[in-house]
């Protein structure tokens, strides 16, 4: 039943990227120029107006970008989907969990599109594929993790309150300015408050891990990835207990 449930997910995310393609000119050409336009316009501020750029820069900021947009369009998307999908819930006994699974498997595929621009940038700046870069694979497979127990917990909290949509938006944005996507958080001197920031916010240990392996061909730690696998596995175990637990208190504050 688990793979009927995961096909139906991974159909029903494509039938929908394909709809919004099908609205665009551009169509699936869109997903690859939304990140480099977003990309070019903050490096032309850090880098020419407020001259906070340096080596590499460009490279340095797509990485964050790409990263943050897959996070926090995912997280933004899932906790709308059960709302938005309150018809087919009030008919079909399905379970919660696979409404917000699409719209993350939706952003993730148009993310995968923004990662060809990402290793095309890596490309031109100098930085070629090595054998480190395997890397990349499990660190997007614990970022997949994170924004599934993330998403799918924003989404029982938006179910419950409308409030909780503008907190999440307002969570967003501080995640922006707080995971180093504009700047480096290894420049921090204190050691202890970088261990802090790198513990308390997965996404910036997760952007700094990217950038380690894709810019300096570094191994990973794999144990300075203990805090966002925590995180990410508590919000899914978290979500799904509360996902068959609230069945019903879900759907009733859906249809109240």
Known sequence: MLIKYLQLVDVQAKMKMKAQ???????????????????????????????RGGENYFVFLIIGKVIYLWFSKSVITASHALEQNRGIIGQRPLPKWIFPLVNIVESTYKALISFVLLFIALHFNGFNLAASHWQVIPLTALMFLLICGLGFFCSILVSIAQDFSNIIQLGMMGVMFGSGIFWDINMIQNDSLKAWIFTLNPIANLINAYRQVLMNYATLNYIDLIPPLLIGCSFFILSLFLFNKFNNFITRNLFS
């Open 21 to 51: 393609a099908n609205k665009l000119v551009l169509s699936y050409l869109w997903w690859l120029l939304e990140p480099l336009l977003l990309v070019s316009l903050f490096y032309v501020v850090f880098e020419y107006l407020l001259n």
